[in-house]
């Protein structure tokens, strides 16, 4: 039998390793950037073509100003040395993946009964990860989300009436100024003198921050907002989306937006924002390399087709990034922004893993995308719904994975040692046979909703799905749709720490107001569903508008 290898040779192993997969996936992006072919035109369709497909080098230069956009004389030309010019092959001996820019892979979310569609470990994404003890002995990060957060005092502290968005972040100065720039001025002025709204009968008021403003600005985005998708880069990382599993939101998102006629146009001088179509899921399955615990590929990948489109275009140099906006619900999806930043700091990035203490996502720009795990595509709605309150038998519910910080505390203080408080890691199979995860879900008054390896979780919206009041436990999480939902009518927020005491605040909330949550639960669940043609109001449609509020509040009135 071989002696083993020293410790020290084996490090230097790993570490030549992991270089050589980034040298190797930094050429593939290259080569995958270059295998859709600059269009002339930039309304022209996007074109699928062969990631190894040879280019002339003519092929690299720049398009001629004059055919690819109608510039006004006060627009800077475009820069006359591209970024792309990279010619670069593979080296030899890297083989790429059988399906790496072929075809889109499953997503790995089963559709099991104990919850268990948590993603695998990640590597370690965090320059400095807090000590796994931290939460529970330290203050939150404030959001300034309208929460009721209940504390181990046992004290309710409703911040709805006091409750203030975000001081805006800076924004860049646009170099030139368009027709679109003075629609977003007119939008706010006319959002901040919003008519007063009651008894509408399509929103229910106490579920926003202030209806009011939510609906007039909803209006103007109705009747104002463009946005240009752009068409370069090809699949299955761009224009692909994942329809199934823990993922689905950005792949759903992608889909509606670039079918859609109404917000979208083919002239980008017309656009109020640009969307940049890639999926976050695609980069880890076609370039994130097994056991080499880095995503710099992935960074190195999107740093590449941001320098791409502003070379292309001057829609990205006019305001640094600040009018464009991308959709990643992958837990990764922040972290790899990092090697780019103006696409870090200036981005309206629409992310599931809105977390605030790790410093990527901008609370006041940056959107919390729900994360919702869709089970059947072509059904979207099918098993939505629950049993009335009176008939809700179990007090709080959780089955899932064991990982992250908060689920191991939980399951230290509540698994299996109270009756009222359902808590497993996994559904035993002699359970599920009587009851499975969704009919547990549906019958239970709270739904737990602990954060796992990030703080978000597909349970928040699952609870809503089967009208359960979620039970959010996840500090320095900024909660969906946070810049219109009043998440206090509808939800208990929960400081980590209180894990222990946490059947003693559920009981302690009185029935009445239990049953006020639960219905507005139901009331509330309109804007969290997927629909394959949108319809008003949906999670659709709320994503967009909280991109477009975003958008809208950076503009600086004079």
């Known amino acids: 039998m071989p002696s083993p290898l020293p410790c020290n040779l084996l490090a230097r192993r790993r570490a030549v390793t992991a270089c050589a997969a980034v040298a190797a996936v930094t050429a593939a992006a290259a080569l995958f950037l270059l295998a859709t072919p600059p269009t002339e035109d930039p309304t022209h369709p996007y074109l699928l073509a062969s990631l190894l497909h040879n280019k002339t080098s003519n092929q690299l230069h720049q398009p001629d100003s004059a055919a690819a956009f109608s510039l006004s004389p006060a627009q800077p030309p475009l820069p006359s040395t591209s970024i792309l010019q990279l010619q670069t092959n593979l080296p030899s001996g890297f083989t790429t993946v059988p399906s790496m820019f072929l075809v889109p892979s499953p997503s790995p979310a089963e559709n099991l009964d104990d919850g268990s569609m948590e993603e695998t470990e990640p590597p ?193 140099n006019r305001t640094k990034g600040a009018d464009h906006f991308f959709v990643a619900c992958h837990d990764w999806g922040p972290y790899t922004t990092k090697l780019h930043d103006e696409l870090r700091k200036n981005t309206i990035k629409a992310l599931c893993n809105a977390d605030l203490s790790e410093g990527v996502f901008i609370h006041g720009r940056d959107v919390s995308l729900p994360e919702t795990f869709l089970r059947s595509p072509r059904r979207p709605l099918r098993g939505i719904g629950g049993k009335p309150a009176a008939e809700r038998s179990i007090l709080a519910f959780f089955a899932g994975q064991m990982h992250g910080r908060v689920r191991p505390v939980l399951l230290q203080y509540w698994g299996g040692k109270d009756a009222d408080m359902i808590i497993y890691d996994r559904l035993p199979h002699r359970i599920t046979r009587r009851m499975n995860y969704v009919q547990h879900m549906k019958s239970s008054k709270y739904c737990i909703c602990p954060m796992g390896y990030e703080v978000n979780s597909p349970r928040i919206v699952e609870a809503i799905y089967y009208e359960c009041v979620p039970v959010i436990i996840a500090d320095n999480f900024v909660l969906p749709f946070d810049d219109a939902l009043n998440w206090s009518a509808f939800s208990v927020v929960i400081p980590e720490k209180d894990v222990p005491k946490l059947k003693q605040i559920l009981l302690e909330i009185p029935d009445d107001q239990y049953m006020a949550m639960q219905s507005n639960v139901q009331r509330v669940q309109k804007h969290f569903i997927w629909h394959p043609n949108p319809i008003k109001y949906d999670i659709f449609h709320m994503i967009l508008h909280s991109i477009w509020y975003s958008r809208v509040n950076q503009i600086q009135i004079e």
């Open 124 to 316: 370690d994404l965090k320059e400095n990860p807090p000590a796994e003890s931290a939460p529970f002995l330290q203050e939150p990060i404030s959001s300034g989300s309208p929460i009721r957060r209940y504390n181990s005092n046992n004290k309710v502290h409703d911040m709805k009436d006091h409750a203030m968005l975000p001081p805006r972040p800076e924004v860049p100065v646009p170099l030139w100024s368009t027709a679109a720039d003075e629609e977003l001025i007119y939008a706010k002025k006319e959002i901040t003198i919003a008519p007063l709204v009651s008894n509408d009968p399509d929103l229910h008021a106490p579920l926003f921050r202030n209806v009011s403003v939510f609906r007039r600005s909803y209006e103007l985005m109705e009747r104002l907002l463009k946005v240009f998708v752009y068409h370069d880069g090809a699949k299955p990382i761009f224009h692909s989306p994942e329809l199934k599993g823990i993922y689905a939101s950005e792949g759903w998102f992608m889909k509606l937006m670039e079918g859609n006629q109404h917000f979208v146009v083919r002239d980008p001088n017309r656009a109020h924002l640009f969307y940049l179509p890639y999926s976050s899921r695609q980069l880890e399955h076609n370039l994130y390399v097994p056991g080499s615990n880095t995503i710099e590929p992935l960074s190195i990948f999107v740093k590449k087709y941001i320098d791409f489109i502003s070379a292309k275009f001057p829609y990205w």
